[in-house]
């Protein structure tokens, strides 16, 4: 069928059933939510069998609904209705949740149901649960009703609300999240941090100033005052709840210079002398088990900073020294990697010299990684990856992604950003030297399929994360225990040593940060207006071409529609 994509942005949901949906043969176009005018448009070049609407703001425009089938992903049950479903979810403590596939009409999330399904809720932010449990529910829904439809007077008439138990719960705002810090438990003041993380955040007074929280983890030891910062570590402040504590990690100042998202500590620079440094908040965390090294790696939105890459290769060679045969990089539950932390180079004095810093402060990563010879490495893809984050991954011996993850291999939406990470000494390397251009080249989100096709993953299993966790220890403790190992170590030694003398790791490094200098200092500002736009959200005015397949057609074509 041809399925057009009505979305507010082409976010991790919208990427995810773009890629399953054409991997069954769909031909998938997607029109970003600007005005009525330019959807209607969208529509009359594109044609469609279906509208598809996996994460839209707004209401479908009436000429469009009443001529088209557009299927709306509600993230609730049945009979769920309004703008904060998962918020008011995470807000009551709702043991289960779901994604309903739902006809749009001339009421709100009020049309026939075409399919549904269920998840049980976690201790964990919106934009978690998002990304995780709801995504794959809402990929289970939307294949049944795309196949329900698909049939056509074959298939069985969607069920009415009529009847349902309709609840109605209207946007929430910020007086309805506000936290008491005087009253509210630490169980309470999680649950409202993580119902607005990623957005938009719990609105709050620290210092006396208006800031928005969010990255919240538990506290079991520390105590103070309500309200009170009692401790630091790393990006997070601890922050006394009426019966304990809990860890903010990241804020943003709206009014201020940097209106952004940072870590707190960075936020709040001028205001926590005094405050004592303790455990609690850890980014990086090392477990070894039957002779494998497994390095976690939670950074919020799986940005690395320059910090963090340092202390992360700092990790990474305490694992090495470690009497262990494999090492595991384990990235984060939601996102493995993102590449640089675009907000830290955005708030720097001078942009360009931090963006230098972190790029080889990342690139010394990926070359400890690449020259390891003490041991077998393995990335494990809980989560996605995207840009330089991908290439860091494949700088292991391995690499083994969750079904269902998604890959973002390319830098080009960065403002045409050259790259660097060895991806130019990686690529043909593990994907040959036609599928390397054929990745670098394209700018569309990759599945497991595909990248597995292309080499850039080895191995793809299970789609739950606690599974794939679980058969990651499995495998990695057979890699461990295998009767060929040493000849395994032994083989990507001498092929390194072979790869080395073709031409030495260091050549590669030059020529990709040759690039990467003109793009950071250079005359064509693209890098830095881009990284703008993306720190800033700054709405798009239009949709890339890349994904938006019936103007890219149009284009070529102006005279005639698609389909025409
Ligand atoms: N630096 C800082 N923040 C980042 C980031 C990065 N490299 N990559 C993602 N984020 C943040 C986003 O701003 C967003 O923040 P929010 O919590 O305020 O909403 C959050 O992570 C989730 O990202 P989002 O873009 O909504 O996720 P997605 O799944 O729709 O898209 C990517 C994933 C990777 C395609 C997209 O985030 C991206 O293009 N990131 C930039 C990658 C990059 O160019 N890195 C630098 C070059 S190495």
New binding site residues.
């Given amino acids: 069928m041809r399925i057009l994509f009505l979305v507010h942005s ?3 949901l919208s ?1 995810r059933l773009f890629v399953e949906l054409r991997s069954r043969g769909h031909l998938v176009s997607v029109e970003f939510d600007i005005n009525d005018a330019t959807t209607i448009e969208a529509v009359d070049l594109f044609r469609p069998d279906l509208i598809l609407a996996p994460f839209l703001k707004r209401a479908i425009p009436e000429t469009i609904w009443r001529r088209h089938a557009c299927f709306i992903v509600h993230p609730g049950v049945p009979g769920d209705r309004g703008p904060s479903s998962l918020d008011h979810a995470i807000l009551e403590g709702e043991r289960q949740w779901g994604v309903t596939v739902l006809q749009a009409n001339g009421v709100m999330d009020g049309g026939d149901i075409w399919a549904h399904a269920a998840f049980p809720m976690r201790r964990a932010s919106k ?1 978690s649960i998002y990304r995780n449990e709801l995504t794959e529910a809402a990929v289970s829904a939307v294949l049944q009703a795309v196949e329900a439809f698909a049939l056509g007077k074959e298939a069985p008439a969607p069920r009415s609300q009529a009847g349902l138990a309709v609840r109605v719960r209207p946007l929430l705002r910020q007086r309805d999240r506000a936290i008491d810090w005087d009253k509210d438990d630490t169980d309470t003041v999680l649950r409202k941090i993580r119902a607005a993380d ?2 938009p955040g719990v609105r709050d007074s620290l210092f006396g100033r208006e800031l928005y929280l969010y990255d919240a983890r538990p506290e079991f030891r520390l105590r103070g005052a309500p309200g009170e910062v009692v401790a630091r570590c790393g990006p997070a402040i601890c922050r006394a709840t009426a019966n304990g504590a809990v860890w903010i990690g990241h804020l943003c100042d709206r009014r201020g210079e940097h209106p952004f ?1 940072l870590p707190a500590t960075q936020v709040l620079a001028g205001e926590l002398e005094g405050v004592p440094e303790r455990r609690g908040y850890e980014e990086i965390r090392y477990v070894e088990e039957f002779g494998v090294g497994y390095l976690h790696f939670e950074f919020y ?3 690395m900073s320059t910090r963090q890459c340092e202390l992360l290769l700092q990790a990474y060679r305490e694992a090495r020294s470690r009497d262990t045969r494999v090492i595991v990089l384990m990235g984060g539950a939601d996102f493995w990697s ?6 830290i180079i955005e708030a720097a004095d001078s942009p360009a010299d931090e963006s230098w810093r972190n790029i080889n402060a990342i690139n010394d990563l990926a070359r400890e990684i690449i020259t390891t010879d003490s041991h077998l490495v393995v990335s494990a893809l809980q989560g ?1 990856a ?4 991908v290439f860091l991954a494949r700088a292991a011996d391995y690499v083994w992604a969750r079904e269902g993850v ?1 890959l ?1 291999p390319h ?1 080009k ?2 403002g045409n ?1 050259y ?1 660097s990470e060895y991806w130019t000494y990686l690529l043909p390397r593990y994907a040959g030297h036609l599928s390397a251009r054929q990745i670098s080249q394209a700018r569309l989100p990759m599945g497991t399929v595909e990248a597995s096709s292309l080499g850039l993953v080895d191995a793809v299993f299970d789609s739950a994360r606690s599974a794939f966790v679980q058969s990651t220890v499995v495998r990695a403790g057979m890699l461990a225990g295998a009767d060929n190992y040493q000849r395994l170590l032994a083989e990507k030694n001498a092929r390194r040593s072979a790869d080395e003398a073709e031409k030495p790791l260091e050549a590669y490094r030059e020529e990709e940060l040759e690039k990467m200098r003109i793009n950071f200092y250079g005359f064509d500002p693209s890098y830095h207006v881009a990284r703008y736009n ?2 800033y959200k700054v709405p798009r005015s239009r949709t890339p071409l890349t994904i938006a397949r019936h103007r890219a057609v149009a284009d070529a074509e102006p005279a005639r529609s698609v389909g025409a």
């Fill in positions: 082409f976010n991790s990427q934009s990623g957005v998202k939105n799986g940005a993102n590449g640089m932390h675009l907000n996605n995207g840009a330089g984050g998604i973002n830098y939406d960065m950003l790259g993306f720190v």
